[in-house]
T-cell receptor, first 113, second 113 residues
C-alpha cells in the first residue's frame, strides 16, 4: 500500500508569493496533519483536519491556511511568503482524529529567495 | 522552557555499540510516546510507539517510558551504519481533541563502521 504522498517534492519561490502544497493520506486514513520542520529542529504542528473540519491549529500566522477534501486529501496554503517560511513541510495521517501513531510523508522542501 | 527536551548531539558510536537516546518532558498529560527516525531529505519514519508507561521491544530497538520521572528512552542494540540518522521523540496527550504531536529537536546519530 502507498504511504503518505506529498507534492511537489521541492519548490522555489520568492518573497511575497503564494504557495500550495498537497498531501494524500494513507488509504483509509481520515485525519491529516501538517508540520513545519526548520533545519536542525523538530517538526512544529501547523494544522490538523479530520472529516474536512479543522481539529487543531498551531502557533502560525493567518498567512497559513489549509483544507481537506472529501477524499481526505489536503492542501496547505501559505500567502505572502517570507524568507523564514523556508522549511520542510510534512504531512502526517492517521486513521481517526486523536489516534496515534501518525505516519509521515517525505515532505515538500520549500525554499524562499 | 520547552515542553520536550532532547540532546541534539551529534552522537558518534562504533558499529556494534549500544546506543541510548533520551527525552525529558514537562507536560504530565502526555500519554502517547513515539520515536521516529529521519534520514537526510526524508520524512520521519515511525520506529516505536508506546502508550503510557512501560517498555516495548522490537528487534534491536527498545523503548522505555517513565512517566513518574517524565523521561523516555530509546535503546538500539548492535548498532549498524544504516542506523545513522536523526532520531526524534514525539508526544501527544490531548486525547481525541487533536492529533498534535510535540517533538524534541532530534538527536543526530552517526554509527562508524
Amino acid at each position: 500500500d502507498a504511504g503518505v504522498t506529498q507534492s511537489p517534492t521541492h519548490l522555489i519561490k520568492t518573497r511575497g508569493q503564494h504557495v500550495t502544497l498537497r498531501c494524500s493520506p494513507i488509504s483509509g486514513h481520515k485525519s491529516v496533519s501538517w508540520y513545519q520542520q526548520v533545519l536542525g529542529q523538530g517538526p512544529q504542528f501547523i494544522f490538523q483536519y479530520y472529516e474536512k473540519e479543522e481539529r487543531g491549529r498551531g502557533n502560525f500566522p493567518d498567512r497559513f491556511s489549509a483544507r481537506q477534501f472529501p477524499n481526505y486529501s489536503s492542501e496547505l496554503n501559505v500567502n505572502a511568503l517570507l524568507l523564514g517560511d523556508s522549511a520542510l513541510y510534512l504531512c502526517a495521517s492517521s486513521l481517526e482524529s486523536g489516534e496515534q501513531p501518525q505516519h509521515f510523508g517525505d515532505g515538500t522542501r520549500l525554499s524562499i529567495l | 522552557q520547552k515542553e520536550v527536551e532532547q540532546d541534539p548531539g551529534p552522537l558518534s558510536v562504533p558499529e556494534g555499540a549500544i546506543v541510548s537516546l533520551n527525552c525529558t518532558y514537562s507536560n504530565s498529560a502526555f500519554q502517547y510516546f513515539m520515536w521516529y527516525r529521519q534520514y537526510s531529505r526524508k520524512g520521519p519514519e515511525l520506529l516505536m510507539y508506546t502508550y503510557s508507561s512501560g517498555n516495548k521491544e522490537d528487534g534491536r530497538f527498545t523503548a522505555q517510558v517513565d512517566k513518574s520521572s517524565k523521561y523516555i528512552s530509546l535503546f538500539i542494540r548492535d548498532s549498524q551504519p544504516s542506523d545513522s540518522a536523526t532520531y526524534l521523540c514525539a508526544m501527544n496527550g490531548y486525547g481525541g481533541a487533536t492529533n498534535k504531536l510535540i517533538f524534541g529537536t532530534g538527536t543526530l546519530l552517526a554509527v562508524q563502521p
